[in-house]
């Protein structure tokens, strides 16, 4: 059996081509699997769990709402805008599968050990 | 660094936030409002018997209705869900009061005797108190076993152990409430 490389298609690296490549950076995903789990959450509690800065995590969250995988909504609370963002359908759907990917990865990365 | 290795990683930083999300503790004011109502109503059982099934058909469902709004404004304020983790806890503390609810029947049906209400009522506080510490927030894991020592001392004392039982119960929450505001989230 050839050695675990870096590239994609050698072996079970294969897999990588299912996952999803908007899922691949970690503040995406990690974002997708929160609202998943807690149907919403705000800009703040979401800078708060993933210790990312206003600047990087809009724009990543931007990424994830540009492609239909989260849905936001803008409301005021005590005089202060809040946005709240939540997943929609086609994220859970491509969360489900990026992680089914995941999941295959690591099951033939162990029996590969 | 691998692909293998940059994925572990990722998956860590992931676990991590999941975990921090799911440790967000009890609001301040809904343990202040149960310490108070508990701690009158088991009081209540030494100091004035008869007012006992009163004070808990208005305060039980009060409070629940009270605790359900206060849980929602703390979401909302905290920024983090509000369906999802709303309808967990309505149905672990609601489920929790329509058993206490359906326990009610068993001496109005005079299948046991009027006294063996409250420390039936009383084991059931602790086994949802206990599980609301395994499943919602483990501070209460420690109310739980409280209540449950609180069911051999009313079982054992012949005098005051309602009372006694109910100063400690409100000393437990208003710890725990203190211990939930000191991130800055509990309220």
């Not at chain 2, 206990?130 to 209460?140: E, R, S």
Request: a positive charge.
């Amino acid at each position: 059996m050839a050695p675990a490389t870096d590239t994609p298609a050698a072996g079970p690296w294969e897999a990588l081509d299912g996952l999803d490549p908007l899922l691949q950076h970690r503040a995406r995903i990690a974002a997708a699997v929160l609202l998943s789990r807690h149907g919403a959450l705000s800009f703040s509690r979401l800078k708060a769990l993933l210790g990312e800065t206003d600047g990087n995590l809009g724009a990543q969250l931007r990424k994830l709402e540009d492609a239909g995988y989260i849905g936001v909504r803008k409301e005021f609370q005590d005089r202060r805008p809040v946005t709240w963002y939540r997943l929609t359908p086609k994220g859970r759907r491509g969360l489900a599968s990026h992680l089914e990917t995941l999941d295959r990865l690591v099951a033939t990365a162990r029996a590969r050990d | 660094m691998t692909s293998m290795d940059q994925i572990e990683q990722d998956l860590r930083y992931v676990r991590s936030a999941v975990e921090q999300a799911g440790a967000s503790p009890t609001p301040r004011l809904l343990c202040f409002l149960w310490a108070a109502l508990g701690g009158v109503g088991f009081a209540l059982v030494d100091l004035r018997d008869a007012w006992v099934p009163a004070y808990w058909a208005v305060a039980g469902p009060a409070g629940f209705v009270v605790s359900a709004v206060l849980g929602w404004r703390h979401a909302r304020r905290l920024g983090q869900g509000t369906a999802r983790d709303g309808a967990r806890h309505m149905l672990h503390w609601g489920g929790m009061l329509g058993a206490i609810a359906l326990a009610v029947l068993l001496p109005a049906r005079g299948l046991v005797p009027a006294s063996a209400a409250g420390p039936v009522i009383l084991l059931l506080l602790a086994l949802g108190y206990f599980q609301a510490g395994v499943h919602l927030d483990p501070a209460f894991r420690w109310v739980g076993l409280l209540l449950a020592t609180g069911y051999v001392l009313v079982l054992t004392m012949t005098t005051w152990g309602w009372l006694t039982l109910g100063v400690l119960f409100a000393l437990a929450l208003v710890a725990t409430g203190l211990r939930a505001g000191a991130d800055g989230t509990g309220d």
